[in-house]
């Protein structure tokens, strides 16, 4: 009990994920109608008992949406964000350690690859996968490397310069060991608040590409999507949008929490 | 130092040549060309289709399209849009400053904001002011460029009619998406700023200092020193990010800028504008990791970098 | 340290400084009369004989005068350029009397030479035009008479002669303009001799037009010019939807069309504006179903599909009931539209499950989804995002589950991804419509060898008629013939139709005398009064 006093963040944040996290799972039982069922004779109807949150443009149920639509956008999200960190932490350890020509080497392909329009990227990939989440991710996911790996980076320089680390090296250290056990801890938290950043950019990202129409099951409850058609009946029913809006914004809110909740409290406290 | 200068330049040239030719290949991959999307659309017959297809040099074998367009580059000859047959310099030049605007007084914004509210979150005195940070700058992380800049058009411009709408040109029209975007950025810079600051202030030098009586404001000087080569990166990304990316908020806005017309060339399939953009992104990332990099050094000088 | 954020700070503050001093300055308020309106689509080009889009028409149907015209509301051709016109008993040749006495904005007296000058530009192959070429057909060369009468001749009779020169991609320009300029400036320099006149086009940005006080020669539907006339159009770009009601009501913009469905419902009741729903002639927004691969070939099966829809729910839900529902291959105000076929398929789903019962679908594996042979039915349907058509695809997907059709939806970013789509063959529906205000228009969707023959139709009947139709200039025998082909069509259920295009436009209460072009888009600016 007193860890969690300790740590309020922490207890916070993994119940909010948690929550999320179950009702996504449980969608099926805690849904009150099929997300894809189009009503259109109920449209744009206001929240009631019946539809906890209103209907859409084509009668379907928003609060079933925004339930399933927890499964569509983690998963999408957790898949881009992997297809991020796991290369950016590797590209941004080796240049920021490295040094020297591989530094170059890397981040030119990286400076190369953020010249890069995602736009382009997503199109291409579009096109020879077909439409779909999964393409989208791979898209946005590739495309938020090179961010990352700047950050790491630029990180690993700073934890490199600490004068035990030189001493470590002079004395013939290897770079393994020297890499798990000083420079690793020491870039670990922004590592984890910028992987905060990363994971609400997949999502967002993601999103703003269906927006621009780059496709992707159109009918799937997803809640960038959601947002994104809520726009054009916002006017007439407002709950559209605000209810997914409601639940990106908690559950980024509760994943940055998460990474904030890993620093050390203030030495001033 | 001459021959870092000489060794940047070709790091940004090198770049630059290999973004271009990865979007020469993705381009080329992906369906349909500029005819497409312009005559045959139109109900052409075929023969003047392939016509025009002979006429822009697009039944060329791609290794010579390549080569062409890398020479023209090298001459200083950035092509024409294959649509309406404008050079690809003019282009750029018309909508660079419009761009260029937008995302500078973004990012002035986004800095500004987002440092204050990164220092507010991990050094806030009240625990309020603390969480009341960390909150907004979630916020600003959490809600999709296109929400925001619908409902911040709806809000301020038909409701409280402080602002005018979309559409406009001058400084008016450029508050409103200015501070959407600059609002968005903030939130990642903020992040970083504040998790990057604790991770300081948790270093042991900061005892030491304090235990040897050291002035605060020199222990806050010197752990924001520390605290901000992370946040220096995280702004020089969004900067480049700002310049290339801003897409969404020009549509929105309606106005003029180098996002609207990649997305255009991109539907078009315009090759030589959608090129010619991507080398000035690259370039211009190359600019600014430069400037990034300087910074780094004058902010910590302990950090060695290549010489 | 802080000291060194501080003057990082300052820099910034300074470079930002300079980039907005560099930021054009506010268009501070006018004197005179002048409008700001949106333009929905940036189309790839803006010259009228080479371009296509039918955005580009809005501004440049005023910058220009056609030969003839199309009455508004008769749908009549009265003179233009043309006094008079002649059409020789073979159908080979039609001669035009011109006007005495018309300039150019830039001072170049008009005459059978200008004509040919533009005749000659249409048809240079290096010109690269479709549209505007194509709106000739047969077209086989031209002679000058005299300074004011000249004659086109034709290899073969063509009826939609006449639309095509009352259209924008055959305005007149000077050849002056046209010789200065090279084929691809010309756009950004357009002379003409109509009402307004080309002030400034930056690309992608704006179009600025003024008036032309020297304008005496318009066709009749114009309306004398008066203190309330407008002195200055501007044009910009709106292409993201929601936001047109909001520029429209926050008063940035004086008149807008496309509105949102939704959006138009609310500015009804909005006293500072005023709604116009302009129906359009051509084809309906619609699918083409594929003929040429399984179950598609089969015409029972496709009928289903067309019994299947309940097009007045997807009407109703998607554009707010403004638009008619479609039951052909043409919309309800195109000349030679047959009202017939409004009868051919309601919506029975009980009679498509029948008829699909009828070709061996039953649900064998009570999954939901009815099969045949071991093989689900699933079809795809591709679509591009314009127009709402993924709401549409959204409901059409909906309902056919309910008689057991399964259906993919695709969504292409873009239209070269469309016809890609188109040319690879790969969908079983595609969605994809024109207008025009010529029912010849069938031809290139529905000859076996149509430019955009999607649904595979070969038809040798049928390419008959439509080619007859466009040879006999006799009013009563072209009727004759497009009730035939569209009731052809729709027998073999060759598209799915769902509703009449209408154009949703919004405009400031400000503004009187709004009066559309016969083709729907293009707005007679020349009438446009602003009241205080």
Same mark, same amino acid.
């Given at each position: 009990m007193s860890a969690a006093a300790r740590n309020p963040r922490l207890v916070v944040a993994l119940g909010v994920l948690g929550l999320i996290a179950l009702v996504s799972i449980g969608a099926p039982w805690i849904a009150s109608h099929d997300p894809r069922a189009a009503a259109p004779e109920n449209q744009l109807l206001e929240p009631s008992g019946e539809y906890l949150f209103g209907t859409d443009l084509l009668g379907r149920d928003v609060f079933s949406r925004v339930v399933y639509g927890g499964r569509r956008t983690l998963g999408v999200a957790l898949l881009t964000a992997g297809i991020t960190l796991a290369p950016g932490i590797a590209i941004g350890l080796a240049a920021g350690y490295a040094g020297r020509w591989l530094d170059w080497a890397l981040m030119s392909v990286m400076d190369a690859l953020l010249a890069f329009p995602s736009l382009l990227l997503a199109l291409a990939l579009v096109t020879v996968f077909g439409s779909g989440v999964v393409q989208i991710a791979f898209a946005v996911g590739i495309a938020g490397i090179p961010a990352y790996a700047r950050v790491v980076r630029a990180a690993v320089l700073e934890a490199r310069a600490v004068p035990y680390v030189d001493a470590a090296r002079a004395i013939g250290a290897r770079p393994a060991g020297i890499l798990a056990r000083h420079v690793v801890p020491a870039i670990a938290t922004p590592l984890l608040s910028f992987a905060g950043v990363t994971l609400s950019w997949a999502i967002l990202n993601s999103a703003a590409l269906m927006f621009l129409g780059y496709g992707g099951d159109v009918a799937a409850p997803d809640w960038g999507v959601m947002l994104a058609d809520g726009r054009e009946s916002f006017r007439t029913g407002p709950w559209v949008a605000v209810a997914p809006g409601m639940a990106l914004s908690l559950t980024v809110f509760a994943i940055n929490l998460l990474g904030n909740s890993v620093a050390p409290p203030p030495a001033n406290r | 130092m001459i021959g870092y200068s000489i060794k940047r330049l070709g790091s940004a040239l090198f770049v630059a040549w290999l973004a271009l030719t990865l979007a020469f290949v993705a381009l080329r991959w992906v369906p349909g060309d500029a005819v497409d999307a312009t005559l045959a659309r139109g109900g052409a017959s075929p023969g003047e289709v392939a016509a025009r297809r002979d006429m822009l040099g697009l039944n060329d074998p791609v290794w010579r399209q390549y080569g062409d367009y890398v020479m023209g580059l090298v001459r200083g000859d950035w092509g024409e849009s294959l649509v309406t047959e404008q050079p690809v310099a003019e282009i750029i030049r018309q909508n660079i400053g419009a761009t260029s605007a937008l995302s500078g007084a973004a990012l002035l914004i986004a800095v500004t904001l987002g440092v204050v509210l990164g220092i507010a979150a991990s050094l806030g005195r009240w625990r309020p002011v603390r969480y009341g940070a960390e909150g907004l700058a979630s916020l600003a992380l959490s809600t999709p460029v296109y929400w925001t800049s619908t409902l911040a058009i709806y809000v301020f411009s038909i409701v409280l009619g402080l602002l005018p709408g979309v559409g406009g040109e001058g400084i008016r029209y450029l508050i409103l998406p200015a501070a959407v975007l600059g609002f968005h950025t903030a939130g990642s810079i903020a992040q970083v700023t504040a998790g990057s600051i604790r991770d300081a202030m948790g270093q042991g030098f900061v005892r030491t200092a304090r235990a040897k009586g050291l002035p605060e404001l020199d222990v806050l000087d010197h752990v924001l020193r520390v605290g901000m080569l992370p946040v220096v990166a995280v702004v020089a990304l969004q900067l480049g990010f700002l310049l290339s990316g801003t897409v969404i908020t020009e549509i929105i806005f309606v106005r003029r800028g180098l996002g609207r017309v990649l997305l255009t060339a991109i539907d078009n399939r315009d090759y030589p504008v959608v090129e010619g953009l991507v080398v000035l992104s690259a370039l211009t990332y190359s600019a600014i990791n430069m400037l990034a990099d300087v910074a780094y050094r004058v902010i910590d000088p302990r950090v060695r970098m290549e010489e | 340290m802080l000291g060194t954020l501080l003057m990082l700070f300052c820099l910034m503050l300074g470079v930002v400084a300079v980039l907005l001093l560099r930021t054009d300055a506010d268009d501070s308020g006018d004197n005179g009369n002048r409008i700001v309106y949106g333009l929905t689509l940036e189309p790839s080009g803006f010259d009228p004989h080479r371009h296509i889009s039918s955005e580009l028409g809005i501004p440049l149907f005023s910058v220009y005068d056609t030969l003839v015209y199309r009455h508004p509301q008769t749908m009549e051709f009265v003179p233009g350029l043309a006094e008079r016109w002649e059409m020789a008993p073979d159908g080979l040749s039609w001669t035009f009397y011109l006007k005495q006495g018309v300039t150019f904005h830039d001072g170049t007296p008009f005459d059978a030479q200008a004509v040919g000058a533009n005749l000659d530009r249409v048809m240079n192959p290096g010109i690269g035009s479709a549209k505007a070429r194509g709106l000739l057909g047969p077209f086989a060369g031209y002679e000058i008479v005299d300074p004011f009468t000249i004659r086109l001749n034709l290899s073969e009779p063509y009826a939609p002669l006449l639309d095509g020169l009352s259209q924008v991609y055959l305005g007149i320009a000077s050849p002056t303009a046209l010789a200065r300029y090279s084929n691809n400036t010309y756009q950004w320099h357009q002379v003409g001799t109509g009402p307004y006149r080309v002030e400034e086009i930056v690309p992608g940005d704006r179009i600025v037009l003024a008036r032309n006080e020297d304008y005496a020669w318009g066709p009749v539907f114009y309306a004398p010019v008066t203190g309330q006339s407008l002195d200055t159009i501007e044009f910009r770009?709106?292409?993201?939807?929601?936001?047109? &009601?909001?520029?429209?009501?926050?008063?940035?913009?004086?008149?807008?069309?496309?509105?949102?469905?939704?959006?138009?419902?609310?500015?009804?009741?909005?006293?500072?504006?005023?709604?116009?729903?302009?129906?359009?002639?051509?084809?309906?927004?619609?699918?083409?179903?594929?003929?040429?691969?399984?179950?598609?070939?089969?015409?029972?099966?496709?009928?289903?599909?067309?019994?299947?829809?309940?097009?007045?729910?997807?009407?109703?839900?998607?554009?707010?009931?403004?638009?008619?529902?479609?039951?052909?291959?043409?919309?309800?105000?195109?000349?030679?539209?047959?009202?017939?076929?409004?009868?051919?398929?309601?919506?029975?789903?009980?009679?498509?499950?029948?008829?699909?019962?009828?070709?061996?679908?039953?649900?064998?594996?009570?999954?939901?989804?009815?099969?045949?042979?071991?093989?689900?039915?699933?079809?795809?349907?591709?679509?591009?995002?314009?127009?709402?058509?993924?709401?549409?695809?959204?409901?059409?997907?909906?309902?056919?589950?309910?008689?057991? $059709?399964?259906?993919?939806? $695709?969504?292409?970013?873009?239209?070269?991804?469309?016809?890609?789509?188109?040319?690879?063959?790969?969908?079983?529906?595609?969605?994809?419509?024109?207008?025009?205000?010529?029912?010849? $228009?069938?031809?290139?969707?529905?000859?076996?060898?149509?430019?955009?023959?999607? &649904?595979?139709v070969s038809d040798p009947e049928l390419d008959e008629w439509l080619e007859d139709a466009i040879r006999t200039p006799n009013q009563a025998d072209r009727a004759q013939l497009y009730a035939a082909i569209q009731d052809r069509i729709m027998e073999q259920a060759l598209v799915l139709p769902i509703r009449d295009y209408v154009n949703l436009n919004g405009a400031s209460a400000r503004l009187d005398g709004v009066i559309f072009s016969a083709h729907g888009w293009w707005p007679l600016l020349r009438n446009f009064q602003l009241t205080s």
């Open positions: - | - | 770009f709106f292409t993201d939807p929601p936001t047109r &009601s909001l520029a429209l009501e926050s008063g940035t913009i004086q008149m807008i069309g496309e509105l949102l469905p939704t959006d138009t419902e609310l500015l009804v009741g909005n006293p500072a504006l005023q709604i116009f729903r302009v129906p359009i002639a051509g084809t309906p927004q619609q699918f083409f179903i594929n003929t040429r691969r399984s179950p598609g070939d089969e015409q029972s099966f496709r009928q289903a599909l067309l019994y299947a829809t309940n097009r007045t729910a997807i009407v109703d839900a998607v554009f707010q009931g403004q638009s008619p529902l479609a039951y052909g291959p043409l919309t309800a105000v195109t000349p030679f539209y047959d009202p017939g076929v409004a009868e051919k398929y309601p919506f029975d789903p009980d009679f498509a499950r029948g008829l699909l019962q009828g070709i061996g679908y039953q649900d064998t594996d009570s999954d939901g989804v009815l099969d045949r042979d071991g093989a689900p039915l699933e079809l795809t349907m591709v679509f591009a995002p314009w127009n709402q058509m993924s709401d549409v695809a959204q409901l059409i997907q909906s309902q056919w589950r309910d008689i057991g $059709i399964g259906v993919e939806l $695709i969504q292409v970013p873009d239209y070269p991804t469309l016809a890609a789509y188109a040319e690879e063959g790969d969908y079983d529906l595609i969605g994809l419509y024109d207008f025009a205000v010529e029912a010849s $228009i069938l031809n290139q969707f529905y000859q076996s060898d149509g430019a955009r023959n999607w &649904s595979g």
